[in-house]
């Protein structure tokens, strides 16, 4: 059970877009439209941000946005602003089992 | 909405047990799986297990298998994760989840 591969870090300026890669193989991410994206602040519990690829929860704000090429995901954030500093894990279903990526730390700055 | 409230952690030595629980409200618990997640001091995310709405089908991680059994008890609304045989690699911060929404987590040390 390989975790999922993200960038250990990414950086932009408020205003601006940043995207977040995710890769997976054909028995993960590329076999299933079942991508999770979730935002973790310091010491909070991990937050739903993006579901099913492309779903946002309510209440998440429309500057977050998902989608899917093959065996990669990857999660925009436009229009930067501090408080998206966290860091950002995608998870994938596979085979009955959940599979995380290594997490990405976004720097606002 | 829903809520979901983690318990059991602690200091525990190496080889010893361990019982987490997640006691949920505010969604019908029976209809949905449940997982356990956990994070390690400094680091990210792994997926530990899950059980199907009605208990019916359990997964493990490699990491954890015939260690770890996940379990429900859906007249309570609780959710379970009996540890056995502890290491010090299961050292974390154990989240339960369902359907996007995670608890607060509950910390288990393994020291001696």
């Known amino acids: 059970q390989s975790a999922l591969t993200q960038p250990a870090s990414v950086s932009g300026s408020p205003g601006q877009s940043i995207t977040i890669s995710c890769t997976g193989t054909?028995?993960?991410?590329?076999?299933?439209?079942?991508v999770s994206w979730y935002q973790q602040h310091p010491g909070k519990a991990p937050k739903l941000m993006i579901y099913?690829?492309?779903n946002r929860p309510s209440g998440v704000s429309n500057r977050f946005s998902g989608s899917k090429s093959g065996n990669t995901a990857s999660l925009t954030i436009s229009g930067l602003q501090a408080e998206d500093e966290a860091d950002y894990y995608c998870?994938?279903?596979?085979?009955?089992?959940?599979?995380f990526g290594g997490g990405t730390k976004l720097t606002v700055l | 909405q829903v809520h979901l409230v983690e318990s059991g952690g602690g200091v525990v030595q190496p080889g010893r047990s361990l019982r987490l629980s997640c006691a949920a409200s505010?969604?019908?618990?029976?209809?949905?799986?449940m997982h356990w997640v956990r994070q390690a001091p400094g680091k990210g995310l792994e997926w530990v297990a899950v059980?199907?709405?009605?208990?019916?089908?359990?997964y493990y991680a490699d990491s954890v298998k015939g260690r770890f059994t996940i379990s429900r008890d859906n007249s309570k609304n609780t959710l379970f994760l009996h540890m056995d045989s502890l290491r010090a690699e299961d050292t974390a911060v154990y989240y339960c989840?369902?359907?996007?929404?995670w608890g607060q987590g509950t910390l288990v040390t393994v020291s001696s």
């Open positions: 054909s028995s993960d991410i590329g076999g299933y439209d079942f």
């Open positions: 998870s994938s279903y596979t085979s009955n089992r959940g599979v």
């Open positions: 059980i199907w709405y009605d208990g019916s089908n359990k």
């Open positions: 099913e690829v492309t």
């Open positions: 989840a369902s359907q996007g929404h």
């Open positions: 505010g969604f019908t618990f029976s209809s949905y799986g």
